[in-house]
């Protein structure tokens, strides 16, 4: 079936040392790309998302970029912050009929030491 | 926060009881699911609704049946628990086409032994 892989599933970075996490999946269809953090005992937050007709988008510290020829996209943390530290979550919308529904990745656990 | 209230947020129940999730939502939006949260998983889709009794399958959905009798309510019952569904199940909400913009709820400790 439709997948979305991530990785790393663990991710250890100096704090203001920059962070990239990396998905890839596999319906080509897919036409909408967000990323979500989750701290911990919390549900997950939307922080950034980017659709297809674009290669990339920036909010201050956090960029998504998307490569669809390639089916892969990442999300790159600049200047981390030890408030960085969470698990981060892509997604990708897969088309289902005509509905379309978000299939996650396994996630990555980022962690910034002071 | 996106106005979602998920209750319980922690239960113990035994395997083969009936449980009920409730998910309330304030934001009167259309669409509402479901998700259950794993390690190693991610969060993976077990049903959903885009209107008042309209729900369907997602990619996990034995085991597990839903219900929306008002836009702002949705529920999820395990029929007869079993240990595997021990997980943090999360409600979601979007408002427009299905997938776009999810917010989700505080989330639902399920212990069962």
């Known amino acids: 079936g439709e997948n979305v892989e991530q990785h790393p599933s663990t991710l250890s970075v100096q704090e203001g040392d920059s962070a990239v996490i990396k998905c890839t999946y596999s319906?080509?269809?897919?036409?909408?790309f967000p990323w979500y953090k989750q701290e911990l005992g919390k549900g997950p937050q939307l922080i950034i998302d980017?659709?297809?007709?674009?290669g990339e988008k920036k909010d201050q510290r956090i960029a998504v970029t998307l490569n669809k020829t390639a089916k892969h996209f990442s999300l790159h943390i600049t200047e981390t912050q030890p408030e960085d530290s969470a698990v981060y979550f892509c997604a990708a919308k897969i088309s289902s009929g005509n509905t379309g529904k978000l299939i996650f990745g396994q996630g990555t656990t980022l962690q910034v030491k002071p | 926060d996106a106005g979602i209230t998920q209750s319980p947020r922690h239960k113990v129940t035994e395997t083969g009881t009936p449980v009920t999730l409730r998910c309330h939502q304030t934001?009167?939006?259309?669409?509402m699911y479901w998700y259950r949260q794993d390690p190693g998983h991610g969060l993976r889709l077990i049903h959903y609704?885009?209107?008042?009794?309209?729900?369907d399958k997602g990619e996990v959905s034995d085991g597990y049946s839903v219900s929306r009798s008002k836009t702002e309510d949705f529920l999820l019952t395990l029929e007869s628990a079993t240990s595997s569904q021990t997980s943090v199940y999360f409600c979601?909400?979007?408002?427009?086409?299905?997938?776009?913009?999810?917010?989700f709820g505080e989330g639902s400790w399920l212990t069962v032994v």
């Open positions: 979601a909400i979007s408002e427009g086409s299905l997938g776009n913009t999810i917010y």
């Open positions: 319906d080509s269809a897919s036409n909408y």
């Open positions: 980017i659709r297809s007709n674009v």
């Open positions: 934001e009167n939006h259309r669409y």
């Open positions: 609704s885009y209107g008042v009794k309209d729900t």
